[in-house]
Protein backbone atom coordinates (compact mmCIF):
# COMPACT_ATOMS: atom_id res chain seq x y z
CA UNK A 1 0.00 0.00 0.00
CA UNK A 2 1.16 3.36 -0.90
CA UNK A 3 -0.22 7.03 0.23
CA UNK A 4 1.28 10.27 -1.03
CA UNK A 5 0.63 13.56 0.10
CA UNK A 6 0.44 16.65 -1.95
CA UNK A 7 -0.70 20.07 -1.51
CA UNK A 8 1.12 21.46 1.08
CA UNK A 9 2.78 24.87 0.79
CA UNK A 10 2.76 28.26 2.44
CA UNK A 11 -0.38 30.67 2.78
CA UNK A 12 -1.47 33.57 5.21
CA UNK A 13 -3.66 33.15 8.09
CA UNK A 14 -6.90 33.19 6.85
CA UNK A 15 -6.30 31.70 3.63
CA UNK A 16 -7.19 28.27 2.21
CA UNK A 17 -5.53 25.38 1.32
CA UNK A 18 -6.24 21.34 -0.10
CA UNK A 19 -4.21 18.47 0.88
CA UNK A 20 -4.46 15.27 -1.10
CA UNK A 21 -3.70 11.49 -0.46
CA UNK A 22 -3.34 9.24 -2.81
CA UNK A 23 -3.93 5.76 -2.39
CA UNK A 24 -2.28 2.87 -4.42
CA UNK A 25 -1.92 -0.86 -3.96
CA UNK A 26 -4.67 -1.49 -1.42
CA UNK A 27 -7.19 -4.46 -2.75
CA UNK A 28 -10.34 -3.04 -1.09
CA UNK A 29 -12.53 -0.02 -2.07
CA UNK A 30 -13.81 1.07 0.98
CA UNK A 31 -11.29 2.29 4.00
CA UNK A 32 -10.62 4.86 6.52
CA UNK A 33 -8.27 7.49 6.09
CA UNK A 34 -6.96 9.39 8.73
CA UNK A 35 -5.27 12.93 8.60
CA UNK A 36 -2.29 13.77 11.46
CA UNK A 37 -0.07 16.84 11.67
CA UNK A 38 3.30 17.33 13.83
CA UNK A 39 5.35 20.07 14.36
CA UNK A 40 8.70 20.15 16.33
CA UNK A 41 7.01 22.17 19.48
CA UNK A 42 4.40 19.51 19.60
CA UNK A 43 3.88 15.60 19.36
CA UNK A 44 1.56 14.33 16.68
CA UNK A 45 -2.19 14.65 16.96
CA UNK A 46 -5.09 13.44 14.64
CA UNK A 47 -6.55 16.21 13.09
CA UNK A 48 -9.53 14.76 10.94
CA UNK A 49 -10.80 11.09 9.65
CA UNK A 50 -13.30 9.52 7.01
CA UNK A 51 -14.32 6.24 7.96
CA UNK A 52 -14.86 3.32 5.38
CA UNK A 53 -18.50 4.05 5.85
CA UNK A 54 -17.81 8.10 4.73
CA UNK A 55 -18.38 9.07 8.21
CA UNK A 56 -16.39 11.87 9.04
CA UNK A 57 -14.47 13.58 11.90
CA UNK A 58 -12.28 16.25 12.62
CA UNK A 59 -10.65 17.35 16.48
CA UNK A 60 -12.58 20.52 18.40
CA UNK A 61 -9.60 22.78 17.48
CA UNK A 62 -10.67 22.30 13.53
CA UNK A 63 -14.21 21.70 13.56
CA UNK A 64 -15.77 24.48 10.88
CA UNK A 65 -12.37 25.08 9.06
CA UNK A 66 -11.01 21.60 8.52
CA UNK A 67 -13.32 19.02 6.77
CA UNK A 68 -12.99 15.48 5.12
CA UNK A 69 -14.00 14.03 1.06
CA UNK A 70 -12.93 11.41 -0.76
CA UNK A 71 -13.16 10.89 -4.80
CA UNK A 72 -13.20 6.82 -4.86
CA UNK A 73 -12.25 7.05 -8.83
CA UNK A 74 -9.27 8.63 -8.38
CA UNK A 75 -9.11 6.84 -5.10
CA UNK A 76 -7.72 9.71 -3.27
CA UNK A 77 -9.04 11.79 0.01
CA UNK A 78 -8.87 15.31 0.50
CA UNK A 79 -8.38 17.40 3.67
CA UNK A 80 -9.74 20.96 2.85
CA UNK A 81 -8.53 23.57 5.21
CA UNK A 82 -10.44 27.07 5.68
CA UNK A 83 -9.20 30.03 7.68
CA UNK A 84 -6.15 28.06 8.10
CA UNK A 85 -4.32 29.93 11.20
CA UNK A 86 -0.33 29.89 12.27
CA UNK A 87 -1.14 27.33 14.93
CA UNK A 88 -2.03 25.01 11.70
CA UNK A 89 1.98 25.09 10.23
CA UNK A 90 2.85 21.35 10.73
CA UNK A 91 3.55 18.22 8.28
CA UNK A 92 1.15 17.01 7.52
CA UNK A 93 0.22 13.16 7.09
CA UNK A 94 -2.28 10.81 5.59
CA UNK A 95 -2.87 7.00 7.37
CA UNK A 96 -5.07 4.42 5.71
CA UNK A 97 -6.40 1.79 8.39
CA UNK A 98 -8.42 -0.95 6.94
CA UNK A 99 -9.87 -1.70 10.53
CA UNK A 100 -11.75 1.35 11.03
CA UNK A 101 -15.09 1.26 10.02
CA UNK A 102 -17.35 4.26 11.43
CA UNK A 103 -16.07 7.10 12.47
CA UNK A 104 -17.68 8.42 15.90
CA UNK A 105 -13.77 10.21 17.51
CA UNK A 106 -10.78 10.54 16.28
CA UNK A 107 -9.07 7.16 15.68
CA UNK A 108 -5.53 6.39 17.70
CA UNK A 109 -2.56 6.75 15.25
CA UNK A 110 -2.07 2.84 16.39
CA UNK A 111 -5.33 1.74 14.52
CA UNK A 112 -3.31 2.64 11.04
CA UNK A 113 -1.67 0.78 9.35
CA UNK A 114 0.44 2.89 5.81
CA UNK A 115 1.44 6.15 6.30
CA UNK A 116 2.72 8.96 3.55
CA UNK A 117 5.62 10.89 4.05
CA UNK A 118 4.21 14.02 4.63
CA UNK A 119 3.34 17.73 3.14
CA UNK A 120 4.63 20.49 5.00
CA UNK A 121 1.68 23.37 5.49
CA UNK A 122 3.61 26.88 6.67
CA UNK A 123 0.68 29.91 7.92
CA UNK A 124 2.00 33.03 8.39
CA UNK A 125 0.74 35.93 9.98
Known amino acids: VQLVESGGGSVQAGGSLTLSCAVS????????IGWFRQSPEKEREGVAA???????FAIHSVKGRFSVSRDNAKNTVYLHMNNVQPEDTAMYFC????????????????????WGQGTQVTVSS
Open 95 to 114: ALSSRVHNILAMPRDVFFDA
Open 25 to 32: GYPYSRYC
Open 50 to 56: IGADDST
